[in-house]
Each structure stands twice: as C-alpha cells, then as structure tokens.
C-alpha cells in the first residue's frame, strides 16, 4: 500500500471530531500526544483525556478474550470471582438479575456460579440495541472496561440508569490516569491504545456518574491478581518498547516455577461503586459553621452568610452551637426560625471536628462548604470557590490563603504578636512540607478552612478526628479516595489567640502530625 493510500485510510477511519468535553462542557480542548498516528487532547478545564477526532466505529474493537485461564493459574477466575464478591457486598444482593458490559468469559461465569441471573453483551452491542432488547429492570450491571471504549459513555450511562431498579447497583471498572500504573508509565502506558477512545481520571469518571444520575460513590483500586507469565502476556500485546516493560519481559522468562507464582498488583484500573439517586433541579449549597465562644463575631458573621445570594443555587446554612461559656449560644438561638438555618445546640463542646461531623449528618446540599465563625475568610470567596464543582470541573476546592503576594512564610500577620505570627507561619511551611511529602502533592494550602466538595465525596468514608486536627483528615481521606484538589485564591484576614483563635500552640500541631502520619495507611472506608 502507498503511503498516499495508507494516509487516505486512516483519514477515513477517522470519525466526528469532538468540539465540547463530554464530561463538562468545556470547549477549551488542547492537543497532547498522539496514540498510534492517532491525537489525543485534553480538556483544559476537567483534564479529560481523549482521542480528538474520535476514531470510527469500524475501526474500534472489542477487548480480545483472554488466554486460556488454566495456563495462568486460574488468575481470571480469581479476579472475576472477588470483583463479584466487592459487587454483592456494596449492593447488598445475594442473587438477582445482571447485566454486563465489556469483560471477557470469565465475569460472566463467575457471576451465574455466585447466583446471578446473568444477561451479557459487548459494549459495542449495548451501545447498539435498543432498551427494550435489554432485560429491564435489572438489579445490577457491571461496565467492564467499557466505557472508555464508548461512542457516548454519557448516553451508555444514561441508558443503564434507565434499566437499572430504583435499588440496584453500578460497578464500573476502567482504567483512569490517576492510577499508579499510569503514573509509572507515562504517556508509554498500555491503556493509552486506540481501543480507548477515553481516558477518564477519578474526578471525571465521577462526574459522568453524577451527569447520569448516579450518588454513593465508593471508589478502589482494581487490585488484579497477576503473575510474570500473565504481565508477560498483556505485554506482549504492546507495541511499547520502553525500558521497563523490556524488564518485565525479561524477568517473566524465568523458571515457571516463579512465573505462574501469583501475587496483587495495583492495576491501572479503578472500580466505581454507585447507586441511581434523584437530584432537585435546583442545586443546593449547605453551608457548615461550627461555632463555641465566638460572641463577638457570630452574628455578623451569620448576616453576611444570609445575605449571600447565588444565582441558580439554595443555600442552607447549618449552625453548630457548642455551648458556648461566653453568651454565643443566645446570639445563636436568634437565627433558629429562619428558613434558610438549621441550629443545632450540643450539650458540651466536643472539638470543632465532632461539630462539623455533626453539621455533615444533618444538612442536605449537593455541595457543601466549611465556614468558621470568625470573620477570617470572606463570603463573597463562595462564587468562585462552587462554581468548578457545579460545571463538573472537579469534586473537591481548596480556597487557598497562599498567593503570590501572600507567601506561606506571611499567612498570618498578627500586629499585636509578630513573634506569635513568624510561629504559625513557620509551623504552616513545615506541616505543608510534610504533607505534600507524605502524599505526593504539591498544595500550596490544605490546611484552609474553605473546603468545598460534592456531598458524594464524603460517601462511606470513616471518620476519627474530633479537635482541628479534622481539618488534615478530611483532605487526607478525599485524597485517598483519589480526588484531586482544585486550589483558587481567597480573601484571609488572620485573628490572633488573644483576638480569639483557639488553636493551641504546641498540642494541636502535634495532632496534626500524628494524622499526617495515621491516615496515610488506616481504613478509608465503614465497614
């Protein structure tokens, strides 16, 4: 074949050339690399990466099946079987009916041996028929590396929650890159193939499921049983020549005494756990304050919270009443028949993370924002800071005190107390060293008190942390949960302790140490 016919070919595999992300709707996309001759972009606003112009459908392809499972030691039967068992323990179900996209002969088996009433279909096939070809309704479905391979993963989506019981259960398992294997490997990673027409991160993937109308998350690492003979397999299907997949290859020529051996690798896919739910046409921002002692600042405070009008978006403001010893509580009991306020009054302070817990059980938002009762931080901020969240752009916000005119060095000026001050601010710098160590970011600002997230973040997540130090849990857990913060800039006042500030200087700072350090490896999720 010619080089002129060859380019003709490939110009007629090409399909449409999307104009729009498909996750949020930006049309700020940006060519990136290029995946065999074909390019892939990236949306500059949510990160999406995708193939740009999609590839036609003849030229797609459905997952090759595995080899013969026997020769690998029973390793896909395994991975089916536990992947099942993670779908009946979040579901609930013992038995039922099931539909599954994608995977390969293995999931289906494991599935009818475990009970299920199994109904199985590609994912070019379910793109395909109608809805009334499907069983309807089922209990649950499984998107088996499926969605990415998708014409319109926002539209399959849509069609499952149509067919899905008002009770049943989603689990989507796909590669992302945020997962380590994408991180290792670069823009070298296997995943990165011309199969894939979408290559979804943690954030995105979540807000297609919110899109379609999908809530409680629960979201892990596909923890795959592997062996070198099976990674020598997957390799051998890429026509990636890097150093390190030569080393695998390499070491999967062993004796097969070490190459069936299997062992748990962290895989480049992620499972998603979720549940069709219903949302109001208007979203709603519950607004947390937790409050003890703060007499002198409370009510204006509260003021400018009820104040605050947000175009297309209820606010609810939710107020945690600690029993204050110095008359906050009374100032408190004023706003309680408003109907944009919730109060709840405690019986005894129990620290500023039990109140936020509590305000979290008892408000109703889509979003949900942290404001101290202290007049540091500025309402007008809320505009900017839910905006990224309500356009699908992201899950969780940080609004970062640290600018360019604001080093981390120069947080906190107190005029009364310059040497109190240069303590905060050095504790800042080396707490935030710290943590961006220990888990491979690089805030500016995580221990803000404007965090703001979708209420879906919080799903399943176990909670320990009752003083300040909840502040470093939160962000901890989301993180591991594998969102991304969105950092933008905030107006910040800073209060001495004589101006009122409660944290302590030597035992809460050695909370939060200790929580840098617990968190990074404690369970994530309730059991």
């Known amino acids: 074949m010619s080089s002129t016919a060859a380019?003709?070919?490939?110009?007629?595999?090409?399909?449409?050339?999307?104009?729009?992300?498909?996750?949020?709707?930006?049309s700020h996309l940006e060519y990136k690399f290029v995946v065999d001759r074909a390019p892939v972009c990236s949306c500059d606003e949510c990160g999406l990466l995708f193939l740009n112009p999609q590839l036609g459908t003849s030229t797609a392809s459905e997952p090759e099946a595995g080899p013969d499972s026997a020769m690998l030691g029973g390793i896909y039967e395994a991975n089916a079987a536990e992947r099942i068992e993670r779908l009946m323990s979040y579901s609930g179900l013992g038995t039922g009916s099931l539909l599954i996209v994608g995977g390969d002969k293995y999931f289906p088996a494991a599935a009818k041996k475990a009970g299920f009433d199994v109904t199985a279909v590609g994912a070019r096939e379910f793109e395909s028929v109608s809805e009334r070809e499907l069983p309807e309704p089922v209990d649950a479905c499984v998107l088996f590396c499926a969605l990415e391979r998708m014409n319109d993963p926002l539209e399959a989506l849509g069609k499952i929650r149509r067919i899905l019981k008002s009770e049943g259960a989603l689990m989507t398992i796909s590669p992302t890159t945020d997962s380590r294997a994408a991180r290792l490997f670069g823009t070298s990673w296997w995943e990165?193939?011309?199969?894939?027409?979408?290559?979804?991160?943690?954030d995105t993937l979540q807000n297609l499921l919110i899109k379609a109308g999908f809530g409680d998350p629960l979201i892990e690492p596909d923890h795959s049983l592997v062996s070198l003979n099976y990674l020598r397999r997957r390799l051998a299907q890429s026509p990636r020549s890097m150093r390190r997949y030569r080393l695998l290859r390499g070491l999967a020529s062993l004796s097969p005494v070490f190459r069936n051996r299997k062992f748990r690798l962290v895989h480049g896919r992620t499972r998603f756990f979720a549940r069709p739910t219903r949302r109001s046409a208007t979203p709603v921002l519950s607004v947390i304050v937790p409050v003890y002692n703060e007499r002198a600042t409370v009510a204006e405070l509260l003021d400018q919270v009820l104040a605050k009008n947000i175009e297309g978006v209820e606010i609810e403001t939710v107020v945690v009443e600690s029993n204050s010893t110095d008359g906050s509580r009374e100032i408190v009991r004023q706003y309680e028949d408003h109907p944009r306020v919730r109060v709840i009054l405690e019986d005894r302070p129990r620290?500023?993370?039990?109140?936020?817990r509590t305000a979290l059980l008892a408000s109703r938002g889509d979003v949900v924002l942290f404001q101290d009762a202290d007049l540091e931080y500025d309402v007008n901020d809320y505009d900017a800071l839910i905006a990224p969240i309500l356009r699908h752009k992201c899950n969780f916000v940080l609004g970062s005190r640290h600018t360019e005119t604001n080093s981390a060095w120069k947080i906190r000026t107190f005029v009364d107390s310059p040497a109190l001050s240069a303590y905060f601010n050095f504790g800042h710098a080396l707490l935030l060293a710290m943590f961006n160590t220990v888990y491979s970011q690089k805030l500016t600002d995580p221990f803000t008190m404007f965090k703001v997230f979708r209420r879906e973040c919080l799903y399943g997540l176990r909670w320990e942390c009752d003083r300040f130090d909840f502040d470093n849990e939160i962000v901890i857990k989301f993180i591991r949960k594998?969102?991304?913060?969105?950092?933008?800039?905030?107006?910040?006042?800073?209060?001495s302790i004589q101006e009122g500030k409660k944290v302590t200087l030597f035992l809460d700072p050695l909370r939060w140490i200790r929580a840098l350090l617990k968190f990074r490896k404690s369970p994530l999720y309730e059991r």
Do not use: D, H
């Not at 990165?192 to 991160?201: D, E, H, K, L, W």
């Not at 620290?351 to 936020?356: D, E, H, I, T």
């Not at 594998?482 to 209060?495: D, I």
């Open 192 to 202: 990165f193939n011309r199969a894939n027409r979408f290559y979804f991160s943690v």
């Open 7 to 26: 380019v003709k070919l490939e110009r007629e595999a090409m399909g449409q050339t999307l104009r729009e992300c498909p996750v949020c709707g930006s």
């Open 351 to 356: 620290g500023k993370g039990f109140a936020v």
């Open 482 to 495: 594998g969102y991304k913060p969105v950092e933008l800039p905030v107006n910040y006042v800073s209060r």
